[in-house]
């Protein structure tokens, strides 16, 4: 069955750092997102992507962030100088189109879990 | 923002006993969803609701869109051991694609 695939599953960076986290969605979805979780909270939505633009974002997506599908199967998410209270996991998501009205399921990925020290 | 809150926070269940979790909010939604999340992995989904007063059913789960489209329920009915998990409730107001996702309710099924 496809999958949601994100690399990598873990990773340690210092303050200040720039860093690039990796998804490849499901080969035939359209819609592109990504999620975050911080320890022990509930999961807070970022930002979807369609068409090679954001969509939709929210307020903790600021302009530290930044996502791209920088060819046809992968689909990353930067930020350009993390801040320790990014330490979080990141999900990925992907969804069909199609059902215009009704919610298309998204498909999550298994999360990178970023430490900013 | 948007809040949703979920009752019971954590519970501790007997296998075979059936299961009650709650999700509030004071804003309203048009789509609500329930899904679980097992440790180290994504999300997924378990049911979704589109209409006012729907009742869905997905094997043992069943779930409700309340009335006031600012309430929703989940009942598993005879536990076992791999509905440990934590179970969150997220809604759907605007758009049709950002999710906002409860607080989440932790189950732990005693075998």
């Known amino acids: 069955e496809p999958e949601v695939t994100q690399t990598p599953s873990h990773q340690v960076t210092q303050m200040g750092q720039e860093v690039i986290l990796r998804c490849v969605p499901i080969s035939n979805h359209l819609y592109f997102y990504w999620y975050r979780q911080i320890l022990g909270q509930k999961v807070e939505f970022l930002v979807s992507?369609?068409?090679?633009?954001?969509?939709?974002k929210s307020e903790i997506f600021d302009d530290q962030f930044s996502v791209e599908r920088p060819d046809g199967s992968n689909f990353t998410l930067k930020i350009r100088s993390t801040k320790l209270e990014d330490s979080a996991m990141y999900f990925c998501?992907?969804?069909?189109?199609?059902?215009?009205?009704?919610?298309?399921?998204?498909?999550f990925g298994p999360g990178t879990r970023l430490t900013v020290l | 923002g948007q809040q949703l809150n979920q009752s019971p926070q954590s519970m501790f269940i007997q296998e075979g006993e059936d299961v009650s979790m709650n999700c509030t909010s004071s804003?309203?939604?048009?789509?609500w969803l329930w899904y679980k999340q097992d440790p180290g992995e994504g999300p997924v989904l378990l049911i979704a609701l589109y209409k006012a007063g729907e009742l869905t059913s997905n094997g043992r789960l069943t779930a409700q869109f309340g009335i006031t489209r600012k309430d929703s329920f989940l009942n598993i009915s005879a536990s076992i051991p791999s509905d440990v998990g934590i179970y969150f409730c997220a809604g759907i107001s605007g758009g049709y694609q950002k999710v906002t996702f409860g607080t989440g309710t932790k189950l732990q099924v005693i075998p």
């Open positions: 992507f369609y068409n090679n633009e954001i969509s939709e």
């Open positions: 804003s309203i939604f048009n789509t």
């Open positions: 998501a992907s969804s069909p189109a199609g059902r215009e009205g009704l919610y298309n399921e998204q498909f």
